[in-house]
């Protein structure tokens, strides 16, 4: 990060040098590595629990679960101010731990009494609308909204342990988060057949021990890492406020077109369900760059500018190699994976189709945003995200009711390639670099990914043992 001439002197306060910050143990690309093998295994227990709970709970069981499962997750981003995105900048520069935890648990038990208050008396409209794939299951959204609480400081947590890059304990956790909801939808939904009831419940319980588990690895990081200055109010307010609007536009971006799905389309539960499966296939080529800037924006605010902006270059061709090498691998394996193993879900195709190229440019865009957010040009991120919000809203109401689920495709696609084209274009300008060099990989990228792989190689035995 530029020091403290990239943000006004009054929103962001004397921090330590990059120097004096807690470093953990090993380099930022090894930390990389490691957070994207365990996305690797997270997303491959993942996917196995959605083809599990697609197969049991069919198109319509399908979109009702995700209607009411995702709730928690949007309003925790709607209703955090983007502080969240605060805290693991903060984290990042070096601030206490414990002051963190604090303003973690004050905020979470403010902003979860409001949101729940406010969601349950809008609840039947809600129903009637935006949440119409859930309509009938009036009891199951109002229990899902109790754990609210738990979602919000779940993210709260993350993000000081990323901030701090102290990941290592998180990664397993994930892992433990997937293993668990897999175990839950064998028993709850494909042993005792409890349908939709028994998929909601198995959310609460990963829900509660992810808690719990966050929750410890986070004292016990205070415990070992007590340096730094307490974190003012103030600071923390006013930089998650000026990032509000991206964090809500980015959200926003990517789950508008579930909900806008529910208020147009007639068997909404159907067309949500069959959504979702196109998007949960799409997702497999964004967790490279998930992985790279979950960690990269805490690393620039730590990083001098020359630091930062060689890490930019490096790791968004990286980014690109890998997407767009794993979105062309997945054209064939998931046209034949859905014929074989859900036939009944071959409607969703040809919107994962058009998703791909979506993805793609919402990778690049991502790792853009990181790097200015890093930079202290959290208002540059804001209007990109805003304006690509609007132009997501407008073609999706234009294009869902002519073309349904491949209209919300089509939406995304045009939003996601305009975000990236804003982003990039800033980043080019702060970092003084040409457009093609931070995304045309070269021969830097293919050692890294061949690096990457042999890393990830070590880390799973069953490709040790082949």
């Not at 960690?295 to 930062?308: I, K, N, Q």
């Amino acid at each position: 990060m530029k020091a403290p001439a990239d943000a006004p002197a009054s929103a962001l306060p004397p921090t330590q040098p990059a120097s004096q910050s807690p470093q953990p143990h090993g380099t930022f690309a090894r930390r990389v590595g490691s957070i994207f093998a365990t996305r690797v295994v997270q997303f491959g227990l993942a996917f196995t629990t959605s083809i599990l709970i697609s197969r049991l709970l069919g198109r319509e069981g399908k979109g009702t679960f995700v209607a009411i499962s995702t709730l928690p997750g949007t309003l925790t981003v709607l209703g955090s101010l983007a502080l969240p995105n605060a805290v693991n900048y903060f984290a990042g520069k070096g601030h206490s731990v414990a002051s963190l935890t604090r303003a973690a648990f004050a905020l979470t038990a403010v902003f979860s009494a409001l949101l729940i208050a406010i969601a349950w008396f809008f609840l039947p409209w809600l129903e009637s609308s935006f949440l119409s794939a859930a309509a009938g299951h009036d009891t199951l959204l109002r229990v899902i909204l109790l754990t609210l609480p738990m979602s919000m400081l779940v993210t709260f947590g993350a993000s000081i342990l990323y901030g701090r890059q102290d990941v290592r304990a998180y990664n397993f956790i994930q892992i433990g988060q997937a293993v668990t909801s897999l175990l839950s939808a064998v028993v709850l939904v494909g042993v005792l057949r409890l349908g939709v009831p028994g998929a909601v419940a198995g959310s609460v319980l990963v829900t509660v021990l992810t808690t719990v588990a966050v929750m410890e690895t986070v004292r016990r990081l205070g415990r070992r890492d007590s340096a730094g200055p307490t974190v003012p109010r103030r600071a923390l307010f006013s930089y998650g406020l000026r990032l509000y609007p991206s964090s809500f536009g980015g959200f926003a971006n990517a789950r508008a077109d579930t909900y806008i799905l529910q208020a147009l389309l007639v068997n909404s539960p159907e067309q949500l369900g069959l959504y979702a499966t196109a998007v949960t296939m799409a997702e497999l080529v964004f967790y490279v760059p998930d992985s790279i800037a979950t960690l990269f924006m805490p690393r620039v605010a730590g990083s001098t500018v020359e630091d930062a902006n060689r890490m930019l270059g490096r790791f968004a061709r990286f980014s690109t190699l890998v997407t767009v090498g794993i979105a062309l691998a997945l054209i064939p394996v998931a046209f034949v994976g859905i014929h074989l193993v859900l036939p009944q879900f071959v409607d969703c195709l040809p919107a994962f189709f058009v998703l791909l190229p979506a993805v793609v440019s919402l990778s690049l865009a991502k790792i853009m945003i990181s790097y200015m957010a890093g930079r202290g040009r959290a208002g540059m991120v804001s209007v990109a995200n805003v304006v690509a919000l609007v132009l997501n809203v407008g073609l999706n109401i234009i294009l869902i009711p002519r073309f349904g689920i491949v209209g919300a495709s089509l939406a995304s696609l045009g939003s996601y390639t305009a975000l990236a084209t804003m982003t990039l274009l800033v980043a080019c300008r702060l970092s003084g670099q040409g457009p093609l060099s931070l995304f045309i990989p070269g021969r830097a990228e293919v050692e890294l990914l061949v690096s990457g792989v042999v890393r990830l190689s070590r880390r799973l035995p069953l490709l040790r043992s082949t």
